[in-house]
């Protein structure tokens, strides 16, 4: 795993210089390498996907603009996740909507036939599992959105959270053990 994410920081750092060296075609790779990172915390914070989208092209923007502010390029997932969710707590607090939950995904029919019919048929999981997410605190929603969706190393999340790898790792924990709690109705 250290192997895979000393590549990553290479690659960053290569694509940083190149986009500060005006090369969009490095932008352009930077931007579709994170996307799915983007739209996901994005998605974390807001709970829903068309915000997410919009959010993810907010952040996109202000990255292009304010690059050359970027110290380290070995960082610039951190950093884009920093700007990511300031963006979209921007969003939260212009907004003020209420988040999609399990319940609220059921009512609204957003899950055809139940959650419980959507898990045992495997459809509509991504959304269901992030409308469990919603639940939970908002530092815990961040940090499984970074961890397992968008597959970051403990150290990076905890850089971006500026506290301990333990801190992060029990953060994981308690929002696993949440979800299997919450889900584990719906699975049995």
Same mark, same amino acid.
């Given at each position: 795993m250290k192997k895979a994410a000393t590549v990553e920081k290479t690659e960053d750092i290569r694509l940083v210089r190149g986009a500060l060296n005006?090369?969009?075609?490095?932008?352009?790779?930077?931007?579709e390498k994170y996307r799915r990172q983007v739209v996901g915390m994005a998605y974390a914070v807001l709970g829903n996907v068309s915000d997410a989208e919009d959010v993810a092209q907010d952040t996109f923007t202000k990255v292009f603009? *304010?690059?050359?502010?970027?110290?380290?390029?070995?960082?610039?997932?951190?950093?884009?996740s920093k700007i990511t969710y300031a963006t979209a707590t921007d969003v939260v607090r212009k907004k003020?909507?209420?988040?999609?939950?399990?319940?609220?995904?059921?009512?609204?029919?957003?899950?055809?036939?139940?959650?419980?019919?959507?898990?045992?048929? *495997?459809?509509d999981v991504t959304e269901i599992v992030m409308?469990?997410?919603?639940?939970?605190?908002?530092?815990?929603?961040?940090?499984?959105?970074?961890?397992?969706?968008?597959?970051l190393p403990y150290s990076d999340i905890a850089d971006f959270l500026g506290t301990s +790898?333990?801190?992060? +790792?029990?953060?994981?924990? +308690?929002?696993?053990?949440?979800?299997?709690? +919450?889900?584990g109705k719906y699975l049995r």
């Open positions: 005006g090369d969009r075609i490095a932008f352009g790779v930077l931007v603009k *304010n690059l050359r502010k970027l110290q380290d390029p070995g960082k610039f997932a951190v950093w884009l003020r909507r209420e988040r999609m939950t399990l319940e609220k995904l059921s009512q609204e029919g957003r899950v055809r036939g139940g959650v419980e019919a959507a898990l045992a048929e *495997n459809r409308a469990a997410i919603a639940e939970m605190p908002q530092k815990t929603q961040v940090v499984l959105v970074m961890r397992f969706f968008d597959r +790898r333990d801190v992060v +790792r029990g953060l994981i924990y +308690r929002g696993v053990k949440y979800l299997r709690e +919450r889900l």
